[in-house]
């Protein structure tokens, strides 16, 4: 069983759509993340989610909205998007130290995104 | 936030050779893990190690916090080793800012 999943795996779209990625972890992790990995594989956190409720935002364009129904789920939308935002996206989860396990980050397959 | 450089950029190997990578942090760290991209561009964890030293295998990992830099070993490179090493640090569990990598090629 993955651990991390997300779908889709490849997402080729054109300017101005909209699109979402959904993310699910089965290790009953308390933390979820969303990273995005661009062309020169520089990878930067955009959202951390612990027990549904946002804890970090990063300078994200607010046509970027995650969110996060439960705890083994954080999906993330795009409105609007650009070209811009062709990169790749990692789904992440943790666990929280305080529970005596160490807080390895552990991340799904990745989801392609081309902007036509 | 914290900056972290990781060298070198770029590394080519022979198999059978040993190399080290170095990752330089500008801040204390509670949280610091060595990733390995490989070439399909899954991210897998080596090392949780924001201090001392652990060995896995052919790879092993040392980090001195009080310097501010932590190394990981490669010994006996084999070219399923060829990818990228991430360095990824933070002053607490939820945001660890990585560094550009280092991409690692080992030849046959």
């Known amino acids: 069983d993955t651990a991390v999943s997300q779908t889709p795996k490849y997402l080729v779209t054109q300017m101005g759509n909209d699109k979402s990625i959904k993310c699910e972890q089965n290790l009953g992790h308390d933390t979820m993340y969303w990273y995005k990995q661009d062309s020169k594989k520089f990878l930067k956190i955009m959202f951390s989610?612990?027990?549904?409720?946002?804890?970090i935002n990063e300078t994200v364009p607010n046509r970027f909205s995650p969110k996060s129904p439960d705890k083994a789920h954080l999906n993330l939308h795009i409105n609007s998007l650009e070209l811009g935002d062709s990169a790749v996206y990692f789904c992440a989860s943790s666990q929280e130290r305080t529970s005596g396990i160490t807080p390895w980050l552990f991340f799904g397959e990745g989801s392609r995104l081309t902007v036509l | 936030g914290i900056q972290v450089e990781q060298s070198p950029p770029d590394l080519i190997l022979q198999e059978g050779a040993n190399s080290t990578l170095r990752c330089n942090f500008s801040d204390s760290v509670n949280n610091l893990q060595w990733f390995h991209q490989n070439p399909w561009g899954q991210l897998i964890n080596l090392f949780y190690i924001p201090s001392g030293t652990k060995q896995n295998g052919r790879l092993s990992a040392t980090t001195v916090a009080t310097e501010r830099y932590s190394l990981l070993y490669i010994s006996s490179s084999q070219t399923t080793d060829s990818g990228v090493y991430f360095c990824a640090v933070g002053p607490n569990d939820y945001k660890l800012s990585f560094g550009a990598g280092t991409t690692v090629t080992v030849r046959a």
């Open positions: 989610y612990n027990n549904k409720e946002l804890i």
